[in-house]
């Protein structure tokens, strides 16, 4: 993880932390959830379409899948640049782990606001 710098070791390992934290949020709040939950909301925030909880795991996965494939991509992209350029490597890294650090912070904020309506019924009204 540190092989292509303090920072970037750094930046690797919040990647990791925030790419699984959907899914421990997601095995604490799933249980105290019913079978059917509100998932879509109108402007007025009342809801609109109803589902099963299991729903509010593709935001988890997807952020897993997402982030375990940018960590991946990061070490391969800076491995081939490290071939030519050794020092360009760390920036190639960085910049992977910036991109991918951006994506799960957004998926990680999408499945707060669904487990926060889920669990509360409500959507954000405009």
């Known amino acids: ?36 939950i509100a998932l879509g909301f109108n402007a007025a925030g009342e809801p609109t379409r109803w589902g099963s909880r299991y729903e509010l795991l593709g935001a988890p996965v997807l952020c897993l899948l997402l982030g375990i494939g940018m960590y991946v991509s990061a070490h391969r992209q800076a491995r081939a640049v490290a071939e030519k350029t050794p020092a360009a ?30 669990l509360t019924g409500v959507g954000i009204s405009l």
Do not use: C, K, W
């Open 1 to 36: 993880m540190f092989s292509y710098g303090r920072r970037a070791g750094y930046m690797s390992v919040a990647l990791l932390a925030l790419t699984v934290l959907p899914l421990i949020s997601a095995a604490v709040f799933l249980p105290q959830m019913g079978d059917r």
């Open 89 to 118: 490597s760390s920036f190639t890294f960085e910049r992977f782990m910036r991109n991918g650090l951006v994506t799960v912070v957004v998926l990680n904020l999408v499945h707060a606001y669904l487990i926060v309506s889920a």
